[in-house]
């Protein structure tokens, strides 16, 4: 099963940055893919970024141009650079991983790292 390990979350004031970490480890199967998620209090959890493989690299639109999603060669590693942080942003942030053309291990998700940007 695979393990996921985040940080890198804190308090930070509207406007600043935070770059975020997951260690992956135990995959079992080649990463076809590496997500960032975030779930804030009373909601649902949504993906906000995610890098494929190869290259492709989404976001949800409310942190387009903002968040960086990035990861190291090995794929043992993916990062979420986040700036010009907002409010709305407060949340706790999950890595997870699939493999190519694969589901989400939801199943196995972190801890997650808590995010809270104050106004």
């Known amino acids: 099963q695979v393990q996921l390990v985040e940080s890198g979350g804190g308090l930070v004031q509207a406007g600043g940055s935070l770059k975020l970490s997951c260690l992956v480890s135990g995959s079992g199967f080649s990463i076809g893919a590496m997500g960032w998620f975030r779930q804030a209090p009373g909601q649902q959890r949504e993906l906000v970024a995610s890098?494929?493989?190869?290259?492709?690299?989404n976001y949800v639109d409310s942190v387009k141009g903002r968040f960086t999603i990035s990861r190291n060669n090995a794929k043992t590693t993916v990062y979420l650079q986040m700036n010009n942080l907002k409010p709305e942003d407060t949340a706790v942030y999950y890595c997870?991983?699939?493999?190519?053309?694969?589901?989400?291990?939801?199943?196995?998700w972190g801890k997650g790292t808590l995010v809270t940007v104050s106004s």
């Open positions: 890098i494929i493989i190869g290259g492709l690299i």
């Open positions: 997870n991983v699939r493999p190519a053309g694969g589901v989400w291990r939801t199943d196995s």
